[in-house]
Every structure is written in structure tokens, then in C-alpha cells.
């Protein structure tokens, strides 16, 4: 390895270090380890700019401000009190219900734009029944992760993949979706062990809110109909975003433009209820990870996964599947996808049946996000969320949940790839 190298590797850890063991807060670390990459010109600035993904940022900026302009309408209130009445004010079946509202909708919206509209609900019904929202926050992460996998647009990596092997919506819904809807149900059980059977609320919370009347809590009608108007838009421009030829983030920030411009509300306001520090986490995080890209550092790492399989198609698809989770776990699995689909169409060129690994790395890639709280942006947002509002889910206390389930559901993925690509 070259200077460089060691140079974009040493930073890489450093961050992760000092974000693991939360000695700085992760925006800083990253902030500090994408300006360290720049003054020791392990990459130029401009090399830096191509990899900082300002589509993602877009999409976060522009949902961010979708939604707090949305929530002035009260439909998020109206939303959870009906889902909780719906419930008899049982938290194990609110947290059904929200588990599978995020896993639904992570498969037609991105899992930014999921999150963020699951979060507000879920405060406000946590706060009703008096109980800590981190199980919950917890268990919608990993259902927008899990439920981005099934379609094209759920999550970036699959458009990527969609966009290069040339697969359409459908075929997502062929090959990715029946794994899922298998993972979805097993972490059902999961979190009902894990959580459900401690949840108690007494006869006092539940009879507060089966008194409830979710219309009451309806703001804005004008504001509530023109929500319900843009927020249907919004999951047609993202379904529809690539045979419109427009980025996702056009979809999101025109969203957000029409929303404030239609409803009056203050614009003040909604820039000031933006996770500013999600941002510039993703911004220095985007740089970093460049660094790793630029120097070939990524590379390297896709082309050992290949040889260590020896071109076995069999073997490779299992490899692809469990490096592409773990690595997706502590890396963006953008450039990690981006680095992948030359070397799977190089593969393809020499007559190789290259269709299972592409549906490998797409499992492994979407699912691994789950690894660690930094491994997908759904991770970062809900829990910079949750920290905002007292209740902070710490690196360590994400990874003890997350990784093991992430494991599981590579366990699961692996299993259905077995079963639907046998060994020739």
C-alpha cells in the first residue's frame, strides 16, 4: 500500500474510533477526519466534491423540510392516537403497527423520508403511555432498512444495481421482496422477546388514550389536505423518479419548496427544525469514505472478495452477501455498490452467470445498514431524533441490538439465495 492508503485508512479509523467509543460527537469526528484527508492531500478537493453524495443530502434536506412544515398540520398526532387506539393502548401492538407502517413505506419512500415521518408518531404516542421510545425507535430502524430492501426504489444501492444490470421494479419485487417478507416476520418474533413481553402500561395510560379523540388533535384542515396532497406526490416522484429522468433529491426539495410555498408557514421555522448535525455528519462521512474509494482502498477490498472464491459462482454469491453486510455496516454501501457493479459486469463479460451475485450484493449491502448505528442514513436520523428529544441511543448500544440482527437476517438472506440459486 502506497502513503496514501495508510493515510485515508488511519483517518477512517480514527473516526470510526472516536465515534464508537463516543469521545467526540460523530458530526466533529467526521468533519474533523474529512478536513484531515484534504490538508494531508490524500485526495484533491475536487476528487472530494464528486464523492460527497449531495443527492442523499438533498433528499435529507428536502424531507427534513417537508415534514416539519407537515407536522404543523397535527396529522402525525392524529396518526399515532388512531394507531394507539387501534392498539386498545397495547405498546406490543403499537409497535407492531409502526414496525410494519416503517417496513411498508421504507419500500416505497426512501428510508430518510420514513423515519422521519414514523418519528414524530411515535414520540407523541410514547409520551401518552409514558414509556421510553428507544425499543421503538430501535425496531423502526431496522424495519426501514429490511423493508428498503424489497423494491428498486427502497434504497439507493438497488437503483444503482437496477440502473446497471438493467433489472425494473418488478424484478426487485421477484427476487428481493419474498427474502424480506421471510426477515420481516423472523424479527417480528425477535422484537417480541426482546421487547414485547416487558412492555406493561397500566389501566390509567390505556384509559387516557382510548378517551382520546385523534380528530381534536387535527391543527390545520387546509394545511392536513394540502399534506395528504404532497405527501401522495411525493411517493408517486419517487416511485416514478427515473422514467421522469429527475434525481431523487429534485423530488424531495421541490416537495419541500411547494409544501412551504402553499401553506404559508414560516420558512424560518422550518430551516430551524433541520438536523443540521445529520448533515454535516453525512457530508464529512461522504469525504472520508471518498478518500477510501480514491485511493483505491475499496477496490481492493471488492477484488479480494472475489479472489477468494476462485470464480465459483456458488461460493462467490455467499461471499458478496456476508462482505457486503459487513462492510455495508461500517461503510457507506454506496461506493461500496459503486465499486462492485464494474467488477460483477467484468465478471459478466466472460460468460459468467453473474444474476445471483447481483441479487447478493443487494441483500447484503441494504440489510447490512442494520450492522452499526453509522450504517445506513435511516440510523443516524431517527437516533439524532430520538437524541433530540432526551433519549440518546448510543454507538455501543445500537451495535449490541443491530449487529446480531443484522446477522440473522444474512443468515435468512443466505439461506433463500441457497434455495433459490443451488449450487450447478
Known sequence: MDVNQIVAIAVFVIVMLAIMTEKLHRSLAAITGAMLVLALHVMPFDAAMEHIDFNTLGVLLGMMLFVSVVKLSGVFEFLAIKCARLAKGDPWKIMLLFVLLTAVLSAFLDNVTTVLLIGPMTLTVCKLLDINPIPFFMTEILASNIGGTATLIGDPPNIMIGSAAGYSFFDFILYDAPAVVIILAAVLVVFYFMYGRKMHVDDEHRSRI?????????????????????????????MAHGALGLESCIIALGAAGIIMLISGESIEEALSNVEWTTLSFFAGL??????????????MLANGLIDMTG????????????????????????????????????????????????????????????????????????????????YEISFATFF?????????????AGVYLVVRFPPA
Do not use: Y
Open 210 to 238: 382510548m378517551e382520546l379523540d385523534e380528530h381534536a388533535q387535527i391543527k390545520n384542515q387546509r394545511l392536513l389536505k394540502q399534506s395528504v396532497v404532497m405527501t401522495a406526490l411525493v411517493v408517486v416522484g419517487f
Open 400 to 412: 449490541k441490538t443491530g449487529f446480531p440482527i443484522m446477522l440473522l437476517t444474512i443468515l435468512i
Open 286 to 299: 461522504f469525504v472520508i469514505v471518498g478518500a477510501l474509494a480514491e485511493t483505491g482502498v475499496i477496490g
Open 311 to 390: 470464480g465459483n459462482v456458488f461460493i462467490t454469491m455467499l461471499v458478496l452477501l456476508i462482505g457486503s453486510a459487513v462492510i455495508s455496516s461500517f461503510l457507506d454501501n454506496i461506493p461500496f455498490v459503486a465499486t462492485m457493479i464494474p467488477i460483477l459486469l467484468a465478471m459478466e463479460a466472460t460468460g459468467m452467470d453473474v444474476t445471483p451475485l447481483w441479487w447478493a450484493v443487494s441483500l447484503g449491502a441494504c440489510l447490512g445498514g442494520n450492522g452499526t448505528l453509522i450504517g445506513a442514513s435511516a440510523n443516524v436520523v431517527l437516533s439524532d431524533i430520538s437524541k433530540k428529544h432526551g
